[in-house]
């Protein structure tokens, strides 16, 4: 896709962070040459090539940051309205075993561009759908395609194979089996290491890694191993309940002596303090996503507390489950918050003096703290000059956010915004989403390069959901539950209806 070398967004109200990463509204231009940001002015005078976007009567912001989703996940959407977590197993994760590579394809491409369409510019896959090197290779792809940033979090654990939807036979894996990372896993972590970034450098490569059951002597080593290729950005998922156990991952991480600044906690649901404070020590970070931990038992959302606010950011998860956007999340985390903190006076029969937490906490947990977090707040998360043009433009006079962006901007988009108001969505200088619609991809290379729009996309979703859905029309849901309660070691007794 042919792009202009330089953009100007005219007459806008620009949401600048100071140094206290305060947001100030401003009436500016903002030039982008090439990928970055080059002025922020009022009256820039626009470049002879420039495309000029007039944004009289719209907001500028910097791009959202989602730290945690599942990308491929898009022909699952519709099924987990109503599941917690020990269902979504297997109703979601384990169907990875009916993807094919190009099923991964689409979906990974759907999922990257409904996150454009919602304003997210960068996403942090935890990229769980590695049953061959093939289904590896057409996510990344996709994610390439899309015009997305990405940390593209390879998962070296072979997924294990479902033999029988009905009846449901699921192998367990063998967690003393060091075959659990199997060769060919490292040695495509170590090409794709060897030729990142990928995309005009829009992608990176992480490592997504959710075995911290495994000996000390795997751990260890496969992550000296890792971060000596050049990887970055290590994300796992940590949940203290019922269903995963009441282990700490993060102290498990801390003896082994690999918890560092570089490793994103999903979740962190039920987090100690001692939890807290190692990640504190360590500067690593949290990614709460507020739609499945709220539905699905994972508890409170822990964005928003004090011993871990500064290390927080946002995540999706499944847009299987819930929207793709990051509007979604803050708002949600916001509320939850505030109606956690609240039902304290209530209960006391008291009346709280302020409400907190803040639109700009939440604002700020979707943009520069999701930057900080995956170690980027020095490029992204921000509108700064210099920093990379990942910017969303919205239309503060639609009927949702008419006369809240007059008096308030960043309460206009917290609490009042959705994807419909999203009318330009700019990625490392090139424009993802233009008056209020996808722009088309290229998809594949050489002879069999295409330019499809967003409506050829949906048809191959279509066709791909509908081939899924056949395999997966007699699943015995109940032998599927039985078998991960088993594979968890979950105590039955603890699967209740009411407490």
Partial sequence: MSSPSSILLSNGTVLVHNQDEHVVPVKADVLVVGNRIAEIAPGVAAPPDAVVVDCTGKIISPGFVDTHHHMWQTQLKGRHADDLLLDYIHKGNITYDVFNPEDVFWGQLGGCMESLDGGVTMVVDHAHINSSAAHSASALSATEASGIRSYFCYSPIQNPHTASWSPYQFAPPDLSDPGLIPAWALKQLAELAAKQPFGDGRVRLGVSWDAFYLPKEIVVPFFHNARNLGVKLFTSHYVKNAIVGEHSVVSIADSYGVLKHDIL??????????????????????????DTELQMAH????????????????????????????????????????????????????????????????????????????????????????????????????????CAGEHEPVAAIVMHASVRDIETVIVDGKIRKQDGKLVPVDVGEGAEKQVLEWAGIAEKLIQSRDRIQGVLEGMDDVGARAAVIQTFGINSNNVVDSV
Avoid: W
């Fill in 265 to 290: 906690f999903s979740h962190a649901s039920q987090a100690t303090s001692e939890d807290a404070a190692l990640l504190t020590a360590t500067n690593s970070h949290v990614s709460s996503t507020p």
């Fill in 299 to 402: 508890g409170t959302p822990v964005c928003f507390r004090p011993d871990l606010y500064q290390l927080s950011s946002l995540g999706v998860d499944c847009h299987s489950n819930n929207s793709g956007d990051i509007l979604t999340q803050m708002r949600l985390a916001l509320q939850s918050a505030r109606g956690t903190r609240n039902a304290l006076f209530v209960a006391q029969k008291k009346v709280p003096r302020v409400v907190q937490p803040t639109v700009e906490q939440a604002f700020n947990l979707g943009t520069i703290m999701g930057a900080r977090a995956v170690g980027l707040g020095n490029e992204i998360g921000s509108i700064k000059v210099g920093k990379l043009a990942d910017l969303v433009v919205f239309d503060a006079r639609s009927p949702s956010m008419i």
